[in-house]
């Protein structure tokens, strides 16, 4: 059974940064596309950051390029999102999403695994 657990929300103040880690478990890490995704209250859920499968290839959401990083650690079957400079419009439960073979990594239907989410709040 393939599962995704988050961690590394919490609270923290503008400007400064979290990590948010997901590992997989119950499937090939190397063959899944990894993104994160978010749901903020009052707004639709969506794509932030992800990294495909092969070839490296990083892709992110306009509002997150220059301070969020997306990567992956194939021994550690785990994906992390580097969050840096964050703003209080960043305040959304994040979910981290796992595909096999994932090629539209916005899309996310693309993906068959979603965690728990995790909170992130950003605010004084």
């Known amino acids: 059974q393939v599962q995704l657990a988050e961690s590394g929300g919490g609270l923290v103040q503008p400007g400064g940064a979290l990590q948010l880690s997901c590992v997989l478990s119950?499937?090939?890490?190397?063959?899944?596309?990894m993104s994160w995704f978010r749901h903020a209250p009052g707004k639709e859920r969506e794509f932030v950051a992800g990294?495909?499968?092969?070839?490296?290839?990083?892709d992110y959401a306009d509002s997150v390029k220059g301070r969020f990083i997306v990567s992956k650690d194939t021994a550690k079957s785990t994906a992390y999102l580097d969050m840096h400079y964050l703003k209080p419009e960043d305040t959304a439960v994040y979910y981290c999403?796992?595909?096999?073979?994932?090629?539209?990594?916005?899309?996310?239907?693309?993906?068959?695994?979603w965690g728990q989410g995790t909170q992130v709040t950003v605010s004084t």
């Open positions: 999403a796992g595909g096999a073979f994932a090629r539209d990594i916005p899309r996310a239907s693309e993906y068959n695994y």
């Open positions: 119950g499937a090939d890490f190397r063959w899944y596309t």
């Open positions: 990294r495909r499968w092969s070839g490296g290839i990083e």
